[in-house]
C-alpha cells in the first residue's frame, strides 16, 4: 500500500474533519436542529438541581409536604421532557445522517471506477475495502453522537459552570481548578491517540487484504495445504491489530481516569469548603445541595469527552484515510465532445508509433517495458503478437484501450490519435479479452451484454465462442447467475463467455490477450473458424502462444524484450527466425528457457 502511515499529525483533527462539510452540508438544517434540541435537552437536567434548592430551602425548611410533592413533580416532569427531546434529536439525525454515509460511500464507488490502473496495481483491495465499509461506518457514528455531544456537552459545561459560579463563585472556582491541567493532558493524549487509531484503521485494511486473498484463493490455500500458514499469517496480523487496539484501550483508560479523578477530586473539595460554609453559616443548605446536584449533572459531560475526542479522532483518521483515495486523480476523460467521432476517419487500423512505455512502480534505472514499438495493424487486419514471457505483450495489448498511459510516442486508431479521443469512445471503439476472464456476479447475458450490443447480437456471439450449448444446458440458460455469487463454471466456458462479451458489440477494433489458452484444440478451432468471420470487418491484435491461434492471424509479429524484432507471415517467421520457431515449436512450454 502506498499512502504514509503514522501520518495523523500531518493534518490537524479540526482541518481533516472539516473535509467532511460538502457532504454535511445537504443536511446541516436538521443537524442544526437536532444539536440544539440536545443542548435545551441537555440544559433541562440542569434546571433540575435549581428545583431542588427551591425544594430544600423552600417546603422543606418550612415542613410542607405540598410543596414537597409539587417539587417532585417538576422534577420527574423536567426528567420526562429531557428525554422527549433526546428521542426527538435522534429521529432528527438518524435519516440523514445514513444518507449522508450512502453518498460518500457512492462517490468513493465511482471514484473507484475512474482512478487509473495504475492506481489499482499499487492498492490493495483490502485498504480500499476497509475505507468503503469500517472507515464509513466509524464516520456515520461520529456524525451521530460524538460531533454533536462535543458540542452539546461543551455547551453545557459552559452553561452549569455559570450556573455554579452564579451560586456560590467561591465553589464554582474550586471545582475551575482541573480545568487547565485537563486541557494540557487531552491535547497530549489526543496526539498520542491519532497515531494508535490511524495505525488500527490500516492494520484493519491489512486483515482484511489477508481475509479476502484467502478466500479468493481458497482452492490454492486447499490444494497446497496452506491453510496452517495462512492461519499464522492471519493471526500475526489480528495480533498486531489486538495489540493496537490494546494500546488505544490503555490510553482511553489513563484519559478517562484522569478525566474521573481530577474532577472527583474537586469535587470533594467543594463539599469539604462548602459544608464548612453551611456550618458558619455563609451558605444556605438549599445552595449546597442545588450546587453539588448540578455539579453531579456535570459529570457525564464532563467524564464523556475523553471518549467522544477519541471517537472524533477515529473519525479523523476515517476521513483522512477516505481523502487519501478520493484524493487521486482521476483518468481524464479525454476531449469533451463527439466532435472527432462524427469525422468520418480513414481506414488505417492501428498504428504503434515509436511507443514505449515504462510501469510508474517500476525501479529506478530498470529498463522499459517496451521501447520504440512501431507496428502498423492494417484496417480489417488480425496481428497476432507473439513473444516470449514477460516480453511485454500484456502491456502492448492495454496501451489500446488505454488502461495504461504510453509513456512515450503515440498510438492511432484508423488515424487518430488516442490521446484526443474522449475515453469513452475510445473504449466503444476498441473490446478486449483477457486471458483471465473476470465474470461478474450477474447472470450470462449481463455479462455478456457489458460489450454493448442486443439479445440477437448475444446470441451471435454466443455462437461465436462456441458457448451456445453449455449456456442453453445452464438451469436458467441466459439468465443463470454466474460469478461469485452464481453458478461455478469451467476456465473455458468462462474464456467463452469473455470472448463472447468481446465480440458482442461488434467492434471495430478488437484486442485478445491469450482468449483461447483454456480451450482443448478441438474447441479452440471451432472458436476460431467462428471469430475469423467476426474478425473480417474488424481490425485486431491477438495475443497468441500457440500455432493454432496464431493461424487465425493474417500476419504476426515478433516481441522480444520490449521491441518488435519481426513482423511477416507465420511460415515467414518460422523460416527467417529461430527465436519464433523455437517459441512456436512447443519446446518454449516444455523448457521454458529462451533459445538465445
Ligand atoms: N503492474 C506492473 N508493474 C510493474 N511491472 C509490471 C507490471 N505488470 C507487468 N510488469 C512487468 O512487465 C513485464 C512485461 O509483462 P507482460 O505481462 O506485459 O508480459 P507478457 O509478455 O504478457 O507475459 P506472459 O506471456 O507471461 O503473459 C514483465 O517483466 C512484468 O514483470
Keep these: 500500500m502506498p499512502e504514509k502511515r503514522d501520518s495523523a499529525e500531518d493534518r490537524s483533527t479540526v482541518r481533516s474533519l472539516l473535509r467532511l462539510w460538502p457532504y454535511l452540508r445537504p443536511v446541516r438544517l436538521r443537524w442544526g436542529t437536532a444539536a440544539l434540541v440536545a443542548v435545551v435537552a441537555s440544559c433541562l437536567g440542569l434546571v433540575i438541581p435549581l428545583v431542588l434548592k427551591w425544594i430544600v430551602d423552600g417546603p422543606v425548611a418550612a415542613r410542607d409536604p405540598g410543596g414537597v410533592w409539587l417539587g417532585a413533580l417538576y422534577v420527574l416532569l423536567l426528567g420526562i421532557a429531557e428525554a422527549l427531546l433526546f428521542g426527538f434529536r435522534r429521529w432528527l439525525v438518524g435519516r440523514p445522517l445514513a444518507s449522508v454515509e450512502a453518498a460518500m460511500r457512492a462517490d468513493l464507488y465511482r471514484h473507484l471506477q475512474r482512478l487509473p490502473i495504475s492506481f489499482h496495481d499499487r492498492w490493495a483491495s483490502g485498504q480500499l475495502l476497509s475505507r468503503g465499509t469500517t472507515d464509513l461506518s466509524l464516520l456515520r457514528m461520529f456524525l451521530v453522537f460524538p460531533l454533536t455531544f462535543l458540542f452539546v456537552n461543551g455547551v453545557t459545561i459552559l452553561v452549569g459552570y455559570v450556573v455554579l459560579l452564579d451560586q456560590q463563585w467561591t465553589l464554582g472556582l474550586v471545582l475551575l481548578a482541573p480545568v487547565a491541567p485537563l486541557v494540557v493532558l487531552c491535547t497530549f493524549f489526543e496526539k498520542r491517540y491519532a497515531v494508535v487509531a490511524r495505525r488500527a484503521q490500516d492494520q484493519v485494511g491489512d486483515l482484511t487484504t489477508v481475509v479476502e486473498e484467502s478466500v479468493l484463493g481458497i482452492r490454492i490455500v486447499k490444494g497446497f495445504g496452506r491453510h496452517r500458514s495462512q492461519a499464522t499469517a492471519f493471526r500475526a496480523l489480528a495480533g498486531l491489530l489486538r495489540g493496537t487496539e490494546l494500546d488505544k484501550a490503555r490510553l482511553l483508560a489513563g484519559i478517562w481516569a484522569l478525566i474521573t479523578i481530577l474532577p472527583e477530586v474537586a469535587v470533594g473539595a467543594a463539599l469539604v469548603v462548602g459544608t464548612v460554609q453551611v456550618a458558619d453559616g455563609d451558605l444556605s443548605a438549599g445552595t449546597l445541595v442545588a450546587f453539588l446536584s448540578t455539579t453531579l449533572a456535570l459529570r457525564w459531560p464532563v467524564e464523556s469527552i475523553g471518549f467522544l475526542l477519541a471517537m472524533s479522532q477515529e473519525a479523523a483518521t476515517a476521513t483522512e484515510r477516505f481523502f487519501e483515495v478520493m484524493d487521486e486523480p482521476e483518468e481524464d476523460i479525454g476531449p469533451a465532445g463527439t466532435a472527432a467521432a462524427e469525422a468520418t476517419p480513414r481506414a488505417d487500423g492501428v498504428r504503434f508509433e515509436g511507443v514505449s512505455f515504462r510501469y510508474p512502480d517500476a525501479p529506478d534505472g530498470s529498463p522499459p517495458v517496451l521501447d520504440g514499438i512501431d507496428l502498423h495493424v492494417r484496417a480489417g487486419e488480425t496481428l497476432a503478437l507473439v513473444g516470449a514471457t514477460g516480453s511485454g505483450k500484456t502491456t502492448l495489448t492495454a496501451l489500446v484501450p488505454r488502461l495504461h498511459e504510453a509513456t512515450g510516442g503515440r498510438i492511432l486508431l484508423d488515424g487518430e490519435d488516442i490521446t ?165 515449436s512447443g519446446d518454449a512450454e516444455d523448457r521454458g528457457t529462451d533459445p538465445r
Design 420 to 584: 484526443h479521443m474522449p475515453r469513452e469512445r475510445l473504449r466503444e471503439l476498441v473490446s478486449v479479452a483477457f486471458e483471465e476472464p473476470t465474470l461478474f456476479s450477474a447472470s450470462v447475458g449481463e455479462n455478456v451484454l457489458m460489450g454493448g450490443g442486443d439479445a440477437d447480437a448475444m446470441t451471435r456471439a454466443l455462437a461465436v465462442a462456441q458457448a451456445e450449448q453449455f449456456v442453453a444446458a445452464l438451469p436458467g440458460g441466459t439468465a443463470t447467475q454466474v460469478g461469485e455469487q452464481g453458478l461455478s463454471l469451467s476456465g473455458g466456458q468462462r474464456q467463452r463467455l469473455a470472448l463472447a462479451r468481446a465480440v458482442v458489440g461488434r467492434p471495430r477494433f478488437l484486442v485478445l490477450d491469450d482468449p483461447l489458452s483454456a480451450l482443448d484444440v478441438h474447441t479452440e478451432a471451432l472458436v476460431e473458424a467462428a471469430l475469423r468471420e467476426v474478425l473480417r470487418g474488424t481490425t485486431a491484435l491477438v495475443v497468441a502462444h500457440r500455432p493454432s491461434t496464431v493461424l487465425l492471424a493474417d500476419r504476426v509479429a515478433l516481441l522480444s524484450e520490449g521491441r518488435i524484432t519481426a513482423v511477416g507471415t507465420h511460415h515467414e517467421l518460422l523460416r527467417d527466425h529461430p527465436e519464433y520457431a523455437w517459441l512456436m
